[in-house]
């Protein structure tokens, strides 16, 4: 795992909260119109089916009532920057729970409907610093939802690609927080300055060592858009294919960020 040297950015507390919610009330509404037939189409998660994907979204939100069910632990042990290095480790159980979850569950629209009823329950009068054992160590609720954005966000691209014609929306707040939070962890894993990653409207941030651009258009300049930025941090595009595809404006002979790409599978 790098380490998370740079200071995480900060997060309204109260819109992660709102974005959380609406994300996955976007994904409930849209899950509840599949159809059995919808429901059995394969995803680009090799081995998942739109159902365990389904069933997978409510667990990463479930995660956080569940951990706010447990004592809190004595200290944190993992910051918000370390969170997308360190949700490899824990894919085998992923894997396993989401498919005991999807099976155990038939109806799908009973499991978010008690996902939602809980999260709320449990959210309405939790601090923001309270800690929580959370799968990957021992995290504030503020920052554990930010990186629910990330998940809500990321999979819900992932069931709009499984299904034709599913267009779930991405809530503002959640996808400028995903965004933001892998456009920092690529700072974390390549630390320096000599290039400029731009994601408009929601980050910029520098990376990669070598020179330091001080003043004037940098040497070194990569642009795209969010959805490109998550499907190129998480995986689901390549580097040279997004390139290829114009997708990534790449300038400079330290803009290739293929080789530190994906930051988290």
């Known amino acids: 795992m790098p380490p998370a040297k740079k200071r995480a950015r900060t997060y309204d507390p109260a819109k992660i909260r ?4 609406t994300q996955f ?10 159809t059995p037939g919808q429901l059995a189409l394969p995803t680009r998660l090799e081995g998942w089916t739109v159902r365990d994907l389904a069933a997978h979204v409510t667990m990463a939100v479930r995660d956080v009532s569940r951990s706010l ?5 004595a200290k944190a042990d993992l910051t918000l920057l370390d969170w997308p290095f360190a949700t490899a480790a824990r894919a085998g159980d992923i894997n396993d729970g989401t498919r005991d979850l999807a099976a155990a569950n038939a109806d799908l629209a009973a499991l978010y409907a008690r996902t939602e009823e ?3 329950q449990r959210l309405a009068d939790a601090p ?3 800690l929580l054992a959370a799968r990957t160590g021992a995290i504030p609720l503020a920052d554990y939802l930010v990186t ?5 966000v990321v999979h819900s691209d992932d069931l709009n690609a499984a299904v034709p014609g599913l267009d779930i929306p991405y809530d503002r707040q959640a996808l400028a927080a995903c965004t933001r939070l892998l456009a920092d962890a690529l700072s974390v894993k390549a630390p320096g300055g000599s290039t400029e990653v731009r994601i408009p409207p929601y980050a910029v941030v520098q990376c990669v060592e070598g020179p330091r651009h001080t003043r004037g258009t940098p ?18 595009v390549a580097w040279d294919s997004a390139v290829a595809e114009a997708k990534v404006r790449a300038s400079g002979e330290r803009a290739d960020l293929g080789g530190l790409l994906p930051l988290m599978g």
């Open 118 to 120: 809980h999260l709320r």
């Open 219 to 236: 040497p070194n300049v990569v642009e795209t858009d969010p959805l490109t930025w998550f499907r190129l941090a998480t995986g689901r």
């Open 25 to 34: 009330g976007h994904v409930g509404e849209a899950v509840r119109t599949l």
């Open 18 to 21: 709102t974005a959380v919610l």
């Open 148 to 152: 629910r954005t990330v998940e809500l």
């Open 69 to 73: 069910d447990r004592d809190e632990p």
């Open 128 to 130: 923001g610093d309270r």
